[in-house]
């Protein structure tokens, strides 16, 4: 696998610095299925790190590539010519929330859900998190192949989510699945080509039906600590309209199921990859929050996030004119020579390894980070009892997206002790 990687690697490379700098089209769905995007961002930070993406690369329409750390997070900071409405995405399709708007209304939405993951919480949470991963990994096979994806990471965030939100805990996996809806591209396998609108429209449909039900028995009865009971009893929120409560609840799901569940399996992908710093870990424990923090980095879930420039404004000696769309690629910024050294290496000893952009910068900074760094951490703590080794046995499949950087299916066997 090793020297079919490297192969494959080298060849992206050789492709990416081949086309013509206007051809490179982030957003095809090919390049992240394939895993093989870092070559064109690299090479944009090095020549155009501002560049501009005419119409007809994306179904969103024309939008801007902002690639270099700094350059990401002066656009993050500034909320007044960079508004994160309509959308955080390219697609203006729907809404996602609170997550989509300026202050003042996104700082009391965001302030009455923030509640569910504050460090109170977070502490009632943990034995019950460790338990359900104690049972999860006991059951796993040894000996035999299985999904990682499949049986760790999404069962993982499916019982999390289904906490969090207080959801029917046998419909868990129904959380999974909208995620997975909401955040696909319209090119994705999981939709007909043709018809993908009616059937995104379906399923959005199907969770409002099962939400609005779980908002009105919570809107009836004594306030709880899940997040539809505090939506429900919240003065900024009560009052949302059925797209507003929607969009919120999608946005809560797709970042509570889509950076731990990929990060979850991105982790045991590094330790197979980078086998050194899985015997670095095993030498010295307290080296977990330095590791959990490298996987938010080197995997970072989600790829980027869009703003929109509420005026004509001047960012890296090019100007973007009011209303156009500008993508904040993480990923890139991750990978940016200048600031992180050997960047595309998985170092779990890294210095200053909590400088990255996973979790974005400024007042949208997840809201979930500290749980998702939680997930992770027990998760590992638990691995280290039991595995010393998981084999990754083919290449993983990975989500065919530009938002989510993900993974769809990951092969492992876990030897076993002799």
Not at 80 to 109: C, E, R, W, Y
Request: charged fraction near 25%; charge should be negative; hydrophobic fraction near 40%.
């Amino acid at each position: 696998m090793g020297t079919d990687l490297a192969h494959a690697r080298a060849e992206a490379h050789e492709r990416a610095n081949s086309v013509p700098l206007d051809a490179i089209n982030l957003t095809d769905t090919a390049l992240w299925a394939s895993d093989s995007v870092l070559p064109y961002f690299e090479r944009l930070r090095h020549e155009d790190p501002v560049h501009y993406h005419p119409s007809g690369q994306h179904p969103g329409g024309a939008y801007w590539s902002v690639t270099r750390f700094h350059d990401i997070v002066a656009v993050d900071s500034d909320h007044n010519n960079f508004s994160s409405s309509p959308n955080i995405t390219l697609d203006d399709d729907f809404a996602p929330g609170f997550i989509a708007m300026d202050p003042p209304k996104h700082d009391v939405q965001r302030k009455a859900v923030t509640p569910s993951v504050s460090p109170g919480r977070l502490r009632d949470l943990e034995p019950l998190i460790r338990s359900r991963m104690q049972k999860c990994l006991d059951d796993l096979p040894v000996g035999e192949p299985f999904d990682w994806v499949d049986k760790v990471s999404i069962e993982l965030t499916g019982q999390m989510l289904a906490t969090l939100f207080d959801f029917p805990f046998e419909d868990r996996r129904k959380l999974t699945y909208w995620s997975d809806m909401i955040s696909a591209d319209p090119t994705s396998p999981l939709y007909t080509p043709d018809n993908w609108q009616a059937e995104f429209q379906a399923v959005m449909d199907e969770a409002y039906s099962v939400f609005i039900e779980l908002w009105n028995e919570r809107a009836d009865a004594e306030p709880r600590d899940d997040l539809i009971s505090m939506m429900a009893h919240s003065p900024a929120m009560k009052d949302m309209s059925p797209e507003e409560y929607l969009g919120n609840l999608m946005l809560l799901i797709v970042g509570g199921n889509d950076t731990t569940r990929n990060s979850m399996t991105g982790s045991v992908y590094a330790m197979h990859r980078f086998p050194e710093q899985r015997a670095k870990l095993d030498r010295d424990a307290a080296l977990l929050p330095s590791m959990i923090s490298e996987t938010i980095r080197w995997q970072t879930p989600l790829a980027y996030m869009r703003r929109t420039a509420t005026g004509d404004v001047e960012l890296g000696g090019k100007t973007i004119r009011e209303g156009d769309k500008v993508a904040m690629w993480y990923l890139s910024g991750n990978r940016d020579e200048t600031v992180i050294d050997r960047p595309n290496d998985y170092l779990i000893d890294r210095p200053n390894a909590r400088r990255h952009l996973s979790f974005g910068f400024g007042i949208h900074r997840c809201v979930g980070n500290r749980l998702a760094e939680l997930q992770l951490k027990i998760l590992w703590e638990e691995i280290a009892t039991r595995f010393p080794e998981i084999v990754v046995t083919a290449e993983p499949e990975r989500v065919p997206n530009s938002f989510v950087r993900g993974y769809t299916s990951m092969q492992v066997v876990i030897p076993r002790r002799l």
